[in-house]
C-alpha cells in the first residue's frame, strides 16, 4: 500500500513564525502535491513538484513555498506564517502515468495564532 | 475552464439503503478523468473509484459505483447497502487536462453524508 506521512497532525505557531510542514511519500512516486482545505472551499491546490527539484504554482502560492530536495520528501514553508494560514493542509502524492490516483497523507490541522 | 460541482452540501440516507451523491463537470476536452475521494471526520482523504471518459461501462467499486452520463456531464456515485462507517465527506475531482502526466486534480466543494441507523 501507498504511504504518504505528514509530520504532524496538530501543529500550533505562531504569527510571524517560519513553519514547515513535511511530507514524505514510500512508493517511488513522481508527482507529489500541497493543499490546504477549509469549510465549504474544498480542496485548493498550493504547489504541486514532478520532479526533484521542480515545482509549479497552484492556486493559492501566496505566502508559500516549497522544497523537493529528495524524490521521496516534498516540504511546504510557510515563510511567515498569518493568521490566516489556520488551516488543514493535505499532502499528496501520484505517479506520473495517465489517471493515476492521488494517495493522500493524514493532513495537518495548522493553527497560527 | 474545467470546473466540479457538488450541488448537494450535506445529506442523510438510512443504513442499508442507497445513496446518490451528485457531481457534473465542465470541460471542453474529450478525454478526461474523474475520481471520487472520501474523507471521514479524521481527516485522511481516500480514493474510492475512478472514472475514464471512454470508459464504455459505469465504474464499479464493491459497493460503490459510478453513474457516468457523459452527455449531461454529470458522474454521480452511488453507494449500495449504507453501513454507519459511510458518514464522512465525499468529494468528486476531475483530471486538471493542461497538467498532462502530473495528475493535477480539481475538486468540488464536497458533500457530506451522514448515515443513520
Known amino acids: 500500500d501507498v504511504k504518504v506521512t505528514q509530520s504532524s497532525r496538530y501543529l500550533v505557531k505562531r504569527t510571524g513564525e517560519k513553519v514547515f510542514l513535511e511530507c514524505v511519500q514510500d512508493?517511488?512516486?513522481?508527482?507529489m502535491f500541497w493543499y490546504r482545505q477549509d469549510p465549504g472551499l474544498g480542496l485548493r491546490l498550493i504547489y504541486f513538484?514532478?520532479?526533484?527539484?521542480?515545482?509549479e504554482k497552484g492556486d493559492i502560492p501566496e505566502g508559500y513555498s516549497v522544497s523537493r530536495e529528495k524524490k521521496e520528501r516534498f516540504s511546504l514553508i510557510l515563510e511567515s506564517a498569518s493568521t490566516n494560514q489556520t488551516s488543514m493542509y493535505l499532502c499528496a502524492s501520484s505517479p506520473k502515468r495517465y489517471n493515476q490516483p492521488q494517495h493522500f497523507g493524514d493532513g495537518t490541522r495548522l493553527s497560527i495564532l | 475552464a474545467q470546473k466540479i460541482t457538488q450541488t448537494q452540501p450535506g445529506m442523510f440516507v438510512q443504513e442499508k439503503e442507497a445513496v446518490t451523491l451528485d457531481c457534473t463537470y465542465d470541460?471542453?476536452?474529450?478525454?478526461?478523468?474523474l475520481f471520487w475521494y472520501k474523507q471521514p471526520s479524521s481527516g485522511e482523504m481516500i480514493f474510492l473509484i475512478y472514472q475514464g471518459s471512454y470508459d464504455e461501462q459505469n465504474a464499479t467499486e464493491g459497493r460503490y459505483s459510478l453513474n457516468f452520463q457523459k452527455a449531461r456531464k454529470s458522474a454521480n456515485l452511488v453507494i449500495s447497502a449504507s453501513q454507519l462507517g459511510d458518514s464522512a465527506m465525499y468529494f468528486c475531482a476531475m483530471r486538471e487536462n493542461r497538467g498532462g502526466a502530473t495528475n493535477k486534480l480539481i475538486f468540488g466543494t464536497g458533500t457530506l453524508l451522514a448515515v443513520q441507523p
Open positions: 512508493m517511488d512516486h513522481e508527482n
Open positions: 513538484s514532478y520532479d526533484v527539484k521542480m515545482k
Open positions: 470541460t471542453s476536452d474529450q478525454s478526461y478523468g
